[in-house]
């Protein structure tokens, strides 16, 4: 006797086992409700273990998985607009801003730099430290939210709060030229 809850079978007498078998499931596949899968589409109810799914799903290009719950969220909330946005100033903005930094960009107009130049100007909030992860994730954000021919100049980090702290490293490129004794 067929279980009452599941959709009637309507499959023809010579359907294959591997129809038989997803006809089966369908009755398992209507059962799930359709709140859970609303909730899968929005950023601020997805429950933080398919948020890389609704990433992936909303073409967010720049994603970590270390990030906290709420900068994954706003990450994939603003995924839509930079998308729409892409390639403008705006849609620079709103890239760097989800990453949960102050952010304010200076165009080579507005400083008398060379054409098609921009530097990005960071205001970490206190308590949040600048790290090696944070400069390679703000970079790679910059580079897919801006438009093809403007580069990146300067990038400056200032940090609010005396318990805010900032790792620097030192490149130093030293060029020695070797005489031979005289």
Request: glycine share 6%; charged share 20%; net charge positive.
């Amino acid at each position: 006797m067929a279980d009452p809850s599941s959709p009637p079978d309507l499959l023809p007498p010579n359907a294959t086992p591997f129809m038989r078998a997803l006809s089966s499931t369908s009755g398992v596949m209507l059962s799930v409700p359709t709140e859970f899968i609303r909730t899968l589409n929005d950023p601020a109810t997805c429950p933080p273990e398919m948020l890389p799914y609704l990433a992936h799903r909303r073409a967010v290009r720049v994603w970590d998985p270390a990030w906290p719950v709420e900068t994954m969220r706003s990450v994939v909330a603003s995924a839509y607009t930079v998308k729409a946005r892409g390639g403008t100033r705006g849609a620079l903005e709103d890239a760097i801003d989800a990453l949960g930094v102050g952010l304010q960009i200076r165009e080579w107009f507005e400083y008398g730099g060379a054409p098609y130049r921009f530097r990005l100007y960071l205001e970490l909030p206190a308590g949040s430290g600048w790290d090696a992860r944070l400069q390679s994730q703000i970079f790679r954000t910059a580079r897919t939210a801006k438009n093809a021919r403007s580069r990146l100049e300067r990038l400056e980090v200032a940090a609010s709060g005396p318990e805010t702290p900032v790792f620097i490293a030192v490149v130093v490129n030293l060029r020695v030229r070797v005489k031979p004794y005289a």
